[in-house]
């Protein structure tokens, strides 16, 4: 039977031999359920560091996003880079206060979401076990579990990179000019989440199959960058 489970003969009986790694069940599993396993297993690891005490780049974020004023004047006089994390970040502590425990949740739930929209990526090609597979692998991911409590743009990062390239795999496969201007938009979400996050557009172009490349697509192509380049003209009004 291949890789996954051989066949041997005892007296009359034959039985079967599976792979560990098999598991027929998961696919009869709601995706809640199995999503909930790696959710788990994130959780048993950040949760005693949550109330960990703020490093210096920590410090940094929460005396820039404690107000607009902190805010407008950094992106002014200092940098631009991870503004839309700071945003975030300062409407969150107006809710939730600015304690380790609380700015660290924000960065939580965005690698939890992650998790979710990570696998829902992996369904597009795989089935539920191998999808799950690769969720656990990212949930176990020392990095990732790291930046799961920092205090910076990291966590949110990564999670830009999942929802744009979910939509950029709808456009490869439908390419119509609403998923376009979402994908232009998701990306320039990613610049100001973090400039690191302009990196993934140049993943996608790479990937791009040939045989996508008709006249519908380009169209389309061509309005998500008209889209990226006009979201990213407001940072040439600060320094980077």
């Known amino acids: 039977m291949g890789f996954t489970a051989d066949r041997f003969r005892l007296g009359t009986q034959t039985r079967v031999m599976r792979s560990p790694l098999e598991w027929p069940a998961a696919e009869k599993t709601g995706n809640v359920i199995l999503v909930s396993l790696p959710f788990i297993l994130l959780l048993a690891q950040t949760l005693p560091y949550i109330s960990s005490v703020y490093c210096e780049d920590e410090i940094f974020s929460i005396s820039v ?5 902190n805010l407008l004047a950094v992106f002014h006089d200092y940098e631009n880079n991870m503004s839309l994390y700071y945003v975030l970040l300062h409407l969150w502590m107006r809710i939730f206060g600015e304690t380790e425990a609380a700015t660290h949740s924000l960065s939580l739930l965005s690698a939890l979401i992650t998790l979710a929209l990570f696998y829902g990526l992996e369904r597009t090609w795989l089935n539920k076990r191998t999808a799950l597979m690769g969720a656990f692998l990212l949930a176990a991911n020392p990095t990732f579990a790291y930046y799961a409590v920092e205090s910076r743009s990291y966590s949110f990062l990564i999670l830009s990179a999942v929802i744009s390239t979910r939509i950029f795999v709808r456009l490869l496969r ?9 994908y232009g938009i998701s990306i320039v979400c990613g610049v100001y989440i973090h400039y690191f996050g302009i990196l993934i557009l140049l993943v996608h172009a790479l990937s791009i199959p040939r045989r996508v490349l008709t006249r519908p697509y380009l169209f389309r192509a061509l309005l998500s960058g008209l889209i990226i380049l006009a979201g990213m003209l407001p940072l040439l009004l600060f320094p980077p």
């Not at 996003?65 to 004023?69: E, G, I, L, M, Q």
């Open 174 to 182: 439908k390419p119509e000019s609403r998923v376009a201007i979402w």
């Open 65 to 69: 996003s404690r107000s607009w004023s």
